[in-house]
C-alpha cells in the first residue's frame, strides 16, 4: 500500500490546511493545436479542443486504499491516552480519535498527538468536546471560557470571534484539529438542562450571529468545527444521554432549529446529526442519526430551505447515549448510522474497532452498505482533514 505521511504531515492537520470546501486537481489542461477549418469538422474541432476533466485528487485518493482502510476513516474512537490511540490507529488506521473526560491528560499536555499521528498512513483527525462553560476538556490547559448563553450575554459578535481565534489556537498546539462546537440549538430550557446554557439564545437569529463568529474563530486558527445537534435538541422532550428524546414536528423545527443549519452550513463546517425522535420525518423507534430521511434532509437541503450540504456529517456518540444504546449495540448502530448517509460514526472506546470493521467489509460484500457510497464518505472525511 502506497504510504502518505509524506503527503499529509501532521503539520498540514495542525495549521489547519484541510478545512477546505471542495477537492483540488493534479492537472491542468494540456495545450491543443489549432485545428485546420478546412480539414476537420466542427464534431471533431469541439472534441479536439475540450480538455479532458482534471482528476479529482480525493477520488484517487481513496482508491489508494484498501476497502477496509476506507472503511476505517469513517471510525472516530474514543482514546484513553496515547497509547490505546497509537495502537488503534497503528492496527486498523482509524479516521479519527475523540479525546474525552476519561482520556489520559498527558496525551494533550506533553503534546503527544505526533506520536499518534506517526503511527497512521494517513493522520487521523484528532476531536474533542470544546464548548466553554460546563462542556471543557481543555480548562485544565487553556483556562475557563464562559458558555454560549453567558457568551451572547455579556459579549460582542466580534469578542466572541476573538475568544473562538484564541481557543482555535490553543487546541492547535495541542495537536486537536476537530472541535465539536458550536452548539447551533436553540433554546429557552433552564441554565442547567441537557441543553440550557450550552445554547447561545432562543432566538434563532441570535445563534447564528453568534455560533457564526464562534466557528468563523476556530476555522481561522485551523480548528474544523461541528455544529449540533442536527435537526435541533434545543426543545428535545429530555436527555439523550439517559433516554430517548422527542422533538417538535418537523415543521416546528423549520421555523426555529433548522434556520441556523440554513445559514451555516455552507461555511466549511461539520455537522453532528443527534439521537432525536422527530415527528413528520423520522420513522419511529429510528433516531435522526441512524435516519435516511433525516441524514436526506441535512445532506439535499430540501426541505428547509438549505443548499446542499457537502462537508462531513458526524454522529452524536453511539456507544454512550441511552436513545442509541437501548435500541442498537454498537456493530450494528455503525452500520445503521453509515447506511442511513452519516460519513463520520463516532463512539467512545477502542475496544470493538475491529469488530465493527469486520461486519462493515460484510455489509459492502452483501450490498447492505453500497460501495460507491464508502468512497464518497471517505473522500468527505479526507477532504475536511486535509489528506487531498
Known amino acids: 500500500m502506497m504510504k502518505f505521511r509524506s503527503l499529509v504531515p501532521i503539520a498540514l492537520l495542525v495549521l489547519g490546511v484541510g478545512f477546505t470546501a471542495g477537492c483540488g486537481t493534479d492537472a491542468e489542461p494540456e495545450s491543443v493545436a489549432a485545428p485546420s477549418v478546412t480539414s476537420v469538422s466542427p464534431e471533431a474541432t469541439t472534441e479536439a479542443t475540450t480538455p479532458a476533466p482534471p482528476p479529482d485528487r480525493c477520488a484517487a485518493f481513496v482508491g489508494s486504499l484498501t476497502e477496509r482502510q476506507r472503511l476505517a476513516q469513517l471510525l472516530t474512537v474514543g482514546v484513553t491516552g ?9 492496527t486498523e488506521q482509524v479516521g479519527g480519535i475523540f479525546i474525552g473526560s476519561w482520556t489520559d491528560s498527558q496525551t494533550l499536555s506533553n503534546r503527544e498527538v505526533p506520536r499518534i499521528a506517526a503511527a497512521a498512513a494517513v493522520p487521523p483527525m484528532v476531536t474533542i468536546d470544546e464548548e466553554g462553560g460546563r462542556v471543557s476538556r481543555v480548562e485544565d490547559l487553556l483556562g475557563s471560557d464562559p458558555s454560549a ?38 433554546s429557552s430550557q433552564p441554565d442547567d438542562s441537557v441543553i440550557g446554557d450550552r445554547s447561545y439564545s432562543s432566538d434563532p437569529n441570535e445563534v447564528i450571529a453568534y455560533a457564526g463568529a464562534y466557528a468563523q474563530g476556530l476555522r481561522d486558527a ?7 445537534h442536527f435537526p435541533g435538541h434545543g426543545s428535545g422532550s429530555g436527555d439523550s444521554h439517559t433516554g430517548e428524546v422527542t422533538t417538535p414536528p418537523l415543521d416546528q423545527l423549520q ?35 441512524i ?6 434532509l441535512l445532506r439535499d437541503g430540501v426541505g428547509y430551505g438549505a443548499s446542499p450540504f457537502t462537508g462531513p456529517i458526524f454522529t452524536d456518540d453511539l456507544s454512550g447515549m441511552a436513545a442509541i444504546t437501548d435500541r442498537l ?14 460519513d463520520i460514526a463516532l463512539w ?33 472525511v479526507a477532504r475536511f482533514k486535509g489528506a487531498c
Open 82 to 90: 496515547t497509547e490505546d490511540a497509537v495502537n488503534i490507529v497503528a
Open 149 to 186: 448563553r453567558e457568551t451572547a450575554r455579556t459579549m460582542s459578535v466580534d469578542e466572541t470571534y476573538r475568544m473562538a481565534l484564541e481557543r482555535g489556537r490553543g487546541l492547535q498546539d495541542l495537536g486537536v484539529t476537530v472541535d465539536y462546537a458550536p452548539v447551533v440549538d436553540v
Open 222 to 228: 485551523g480548528i474544523g468545527p461541528v455544529l449540533k
Open 255 to 289: 421555523q426555529s432549529d433548522l434556520v441556523p443549519y440554513t445559514a451555516l452550513s455552507q461555511t466549511g463546517v461539520g455537522i453532528m446529526v443527534g439521537h432525536l425522535d422527530v415527528p413528520g420525518l423520522t420513522d419511529p423507534g429510528v433516531p435522526a442519526s
Open 291 to 296: 435516519s435516511p430521511a433525516a441524514m436526506a
Open 329 to 342: 449495540g454498537i456493530v450494528a448502530a455503525v452500520e445503521a448510522a453509515l447506511v442511513a448517509g452519516a
Open 348 to 380: 467512545l472506546t477502542t475496544d470493538d474497532v475491529p469488530q465493527v470493521l469486520d461486519n462493515l467489509e460484510n455489509a459492502v460484500a452483501t450490498g447492505r452498505l453500497p460501495a460507491p457510497q464508502v468512497d464518497a464518505s471517505a473522500a468527505t
